[in-house]
């Protein structure tokens, strides 16, 4: 158990409404990732942060905003959420990427729906 | 950039069978890591195997296994004696260590069937 939490689990919301995913660790680990999953896809980067007020853009990141003013939590925002942003999202962590380790351990999952 | 393919959506093994889901992926970089991962209906996404492209012996954990061709950048995993609780959808992905981030393939759904 990595002890990432994300809440909320299930999210079902309107085009133009904007919606923040939360993601928490229990620990202190620097990296934390936000991945969006999708048929035919796989999972794909929308940000990443190597630690608090640290933040970059992934593979993905349109309509999506981030933020980390407390290493534990790194929240995603949907600022006015569209349809095609209905999926799975993954929050993760590299406990020890910064000294080169190479195992990311997620979160498990927030489903989100735009209707 | 780095991609990584999957080419196989789907595959289906008998229950004590073994299966061999494919992997390719495409890299100038000389060190990396690979690893597949397991995602079951739960939706958790489990690292299964992981190798380190420096090592030559490819990674063994218990009925899963990997034939890594670097020269042909190549990642296949091999499950032996596969069990119902395999079934799952198989994910490979890739790591450079510089670029901070996992590149996935679009992943097999593995049935396993009695």
């Known amino acids: 158990d990595a002890g990432i939490t994300q809440s909320p689990r299930y999210k079902i919301t309107e085009t133009g409404r904007q919606v923040t995913l939360m993601c928490h660790q229990t620990?202190?680990?620097?990296?934390m990732f936000w991945y969006r999953q999708d048929l035919g896809h796989g999972l794909r980067l929308i940000y990443y942060?190597?630690?608090?007020?640290?933040?970059d853009k992934g593979e993905v990141p349109d309509g999506y905003v981030v933020s980390r003013s407390k290493t534990e939590n790194f929240p995603l925002t949907l600022e006015s959420a569209t349809r095609s942003q209905t999926s799975v999202y993954f929050c993760?962590?590299?406990?020890?990427?910064?000294?080169?380790?190479?195992?990311?351990?997620f979160g498990p999952g927030t489903r989100l729906t735009v209707l | 950039a780095q991609t990584v393919t999957q080419s196989q959506p789907e595959m289906s093994v008998q229950e004590a069978e073994t299966v061999t889901l494919s992997c390719t992926y495409d890299t100038s970089e000389s060190d990396y890591y690979l690893f597949w991962y397991k995602q079951p209906p739960s939706r958790q996404m489990i690292l299964v195997i992981r190798q380190e492209a420096y090592k030559q012996q490819n990674a063994t954990e218990n009925r899963f296994s990997v034939n890594f061709q670097k020269a042909a950048k190549s990642f296949s995993l091999k499950i032996s004696d596969s069990q119902l609780g395999d079934a799952a959808m198989y994910f490979c992905?890739?790591?450079?260590?510089?670029?901070?981030?996992?590149?996935f393939g679009t992943g097999t759904r593995l049935q396993v069937t009695l």
């Open positions: 620990w202190s680990h620097s990296y």
């Open positions: 942060s190597a630690a608090a007020d640290i933040t």
């Open positions: 992905a890739y790591w450079a260590g510089t670029a901070s981030k996992l590149t």
């Open positions: 993760a962590i590299n406990p020890g990427l910064a000294g080169g380790e190479d195992e990311q351990f």
